[in-house]
Structure formats: structure tokens, C-alpha cells
């Protein structure tokens, strides 16, 4: 528990610009209502099928929502590691990993905050759960530390100006290829390849499949696909930052 201090410290600090979280959490969810009331206007429009249904957009809008927390925590690391601030806790003893874990908790309660606000807004609008809620949850929270790990990566890597620019990038590429917001395998080509080589469609379609009842055995590839990015990040980014504050 050595890292404890550290992220209660970095707790009060992401909480001293609720503008960010603001954004964070309101973007998704107003992308959210937007694309379910196109899809109530269209009705059985062939391009929408079932994908504009609370059912399906409350997981997608919230792994939406997770992207931003990659820049976010990416830009709280970048501008600690600048600064005076890190260099004196680097004297302190605490071990790499301490320190991925002291900013990497704090945005894993926004993104239980983000899940929960998606789905109280879907429940009106007639968001429906028939599989394992649980289940649902594991693959949210999993593909939110997937999000983080890969934010600590960028953020051992560039500075904060820098990270600013990348982030916005890594959230307009997840718009494009996660599949939040269209069915990838309805548009085909290199966009779906593209698509199902990264985490973010697979869980997507995790989430929804267990929403619409599948259990565990039904979302097995796509669960360990997700799973297997979130160790290679958080991996990576303990040896990045590691390598970038010893050197």
C-alpha cells in the first residue's frame, strides 16, 4: 500500500478540474442519447439494424467514454514527470509499479462513474440487461484499465504539450475503428481490419453479446483479446516509466 499517498494525492488533483471530468463523462453520454434518437427516427433503417437501442449503445458509450482517459491520465503523468514534483518522489520508496498504480486507481473510479452514468441514462430510454451484469461490468472495468495503461504509456513517453495533440488523435482513431457508433462488419474492408486488430470493438461486441445473454463461453476471444492488450500496456508502462525517469 505504499502507493496509497501518492494516489489520494493525485485524486485531489483530478478532482480540482471537474471541467475534465465534466467532459469526460458528459461527451459519451451525450453521444450516447444523440445516436439513440437518430435511431428512433430512422426506426429499422437498414444502416442502424440494432445498434441505436440503449441495449446496445450504454456499453459502447461508455468504452467511449474510456478513451478519454487515456489522454487525460496521460497529460496528469506527463506534466508530473516535468515537473519538480516527480523527481522528488522518485527518492521515495516506491517501485515503478507503485507509481502506475497511484495514477492509474484514480481514473479507474471516474470510469465506474462514467459506466454508471451511461447506464442510469439508458435505463429510460429502455436499456435491457439479459445476461450476467457481472460479466458485463468485468469487461467494462477491463477494457478502462486497457484505456489507462495505455494512457501511462503515453504519458512516460511525450510531454504534455505533446500528449495533448496524440491524445486527441487516439480519440478520434477509436471513434473511427471501435465500432461505438457503426457496425464495422457492415462496412468490411480494411476499416474492419483495422477494427478487430485493436481492443475497443472487441469490447464492444463483449459487452453487448453479454447484455443480449451470452455468458462467459460466447464472448471467450474477445474477452482474452481485450485482456491481453491490458497486460501488454500496463507492462509496457511500468517499463517506460521506469526507463524515462531512471535515465
Not at 429499422?44 to 446496445?56: G, K, L, P, Q, R
Not at 468485468?138 to 504534455?160: D, K, N, R
Request: hydrophobic fraction near 60%.
Amino acid at each position: 500500500m505504499r502507493f496509497a499517498a501518492l494516489a489520494k494525492r493525485n485524486l485531489k488533483e483530478m478532482l480540482r478540474d471537474p471541467l475534465s471530468i465534466g467532459f469526460e463523462i458528459g461527451i459519451p453520454a451525450g453521444f450516447m442519447v444523440m445516436f439513440w434518437a437518430l435511431g428512433k427516427s430512422v426506426g429499422e433503417d437498414i444502416f442502424t439494424a440494432n445498434i441505436f437501442t440503449a441495449t446496445m449503445l450504454a456499453p459502447a458509450a461508455a468504452i467511449f467514454g474510456f478513451v478519454f482517459l487515456t489522454m487525460f491520465s496521460a497529460i496528469v503523468l506527463a506534466r508530473d514527470r516535468q515537473s519538480a514534483l516527480l523527481s522528488r518522489l522518485l527518492t521515495a520508496p516506491l517501485r515503478s509499479s507503485d507509481f502506475i498504480l497511484a495514477y492509474s486507481l484514480p481514473y479507474i473510479l471516474i470510469a465506474i462513474l462514467q459506466i454508471a452514468v451511461c447506464f442510469a441514462i439508458g435505463a429510460p430510454l429502455g436499456l435491457e440487461v439479459y445476461g450476467n451484469i457481472g460479466l458485463v461490468l468485468l469487461v467494462l472495468l477491463l477494457m478502462a484499465i486497457c484505456c489507462i495503461g495505455l494512457g501511462l504509456i503515453l504519458g512516460s513517453v511525450f510531454t504534455e504539450n505533446q500528449v495533448s495533440g496524440v491524445g486527441s488523435a487516439a480519440i478520434a482513431f477509436a471513434s473511427l475503428f471501435g465500432g461505438f457508433w457503426m457496425d464495422l462488419e457492415m462496412i468490411g474492408g480494411l476499416l474492419q481490419d483495422i477494427g478487430n486488430a485493436l481492443p475497443f470493438v472487441h469490447a464492444v461486441d463483449a459487452a453487448r453479446d453479454v447484455m443480449m445473454g451470452a455468458g462467459f463461453g460466447g464472448i471467450t476471444t474477445d474477452f482474452y483479446w481485450v485482456l491481453g492488450y491490458t497486460l501488454v500496456f500496463f507492462a509496457l508502462g511500468v517499463f517506460l516509466f521506469k526507463w524515462r525517469t531512471t535515465r
